[in-house]
């Protein structure tokens, strides 16, 4: 699916429609150069999961935790990880396998460790369409594999690229916030 954005706030609008779609335990790996709009998506993407307290990159504690929402939000930036296996010293493994979503800035940075039904968003800028037009590809949708698999194509549940699905209850995470690192 690629959705277009020429705005900061038609992309937090894309990222809640695309919260209101995921369960516990999804991985939304989020790559894009410096300055596309990753903290941009991630603050729409807690605002469709609910979450109300203000966003910010984790780039220095690589891991922030919101609660509050329908799912928990494990806010991952993992920019200044050199070795994928400091992920496993942070314990990414319970944010992963928990009961909230993982979203990781820079997954491509520790691609190795990616659940393999983990969905994909790529942010790319393009500045001959103008400084806030946002080029936005998502793979690998859970709806989308099991359509897919029943012989379908399209993306299941999405009437066009602007729809907002409807948003369901789910228990809380168990994951804890904070870099463990020592």
Same mark, same amino acid.
């Given at each position: 699916?690629? *959705?277009?954005?020429?705005?900061?706030?038609?992309?937090?609008?894309f990222a809640a429609a695309l919260a209101g779609k995921v369960s516990?335990?999804?991985v939304i790996c989020l790559d894009g150069d410096l300055?596309?709009?990753?903290?941009? *998506?991630?603050?729409? *993407?807690?605002?469709?999961?609910?979450?109300?307290?203000?966003?910010?990159?984790?780039?220095f504690t690589i891991l922030h935790g919101y609660e509050g929402g329908r799912l928990p939000l494990w806010h991952f930036d993992v920019y200044r990880i050199e070795d994928p296996e400091e992920m496993y010293?942070?314990?990414?493994?319970?944010? *992963?396998?928990?009961?909230?979503?993982s979203l990781v800035e820079w997954a491509s940075r520790v691609k190795e460790i990616i659940p393999g039904d983990a969905v994909h968003v790529r942010i790319e800028k393009n500045l001959e369409k103008g400084f806030d037009y946002r080029r936005i590809t998502v793979s690998g949708l859970r709806e989308d594999r099991e359509k897919a698999a029943d012989g379908e194509a399209g993306p299941v549940g999405w009437k066009s690229e602007s729809a907002v699905p409807e948003n369901?209850?789910?228990?809380?995470?168990?994951?804890?916030?904070?870099d463990k690192r020592n």
């Open positions: 699916m690629v *959705f277009e954005t020429n705005s900061e706030q038609a992309t937090e609008d516990p335990g999804t300055g596309t709009g990753k903290t941009v *998506f991630a603050r729409g *993407f807690a605002r469709g999961l609910g979450i109300t307290e203000p966003i910010v990159s984790p780039t010293e942070i314990g990414f493994e319970d944010c *992963f396998y928990g009961d909230g979503v369901s209850a789910a228990p809380s995470g168990t994951c804890t916030e904070g």
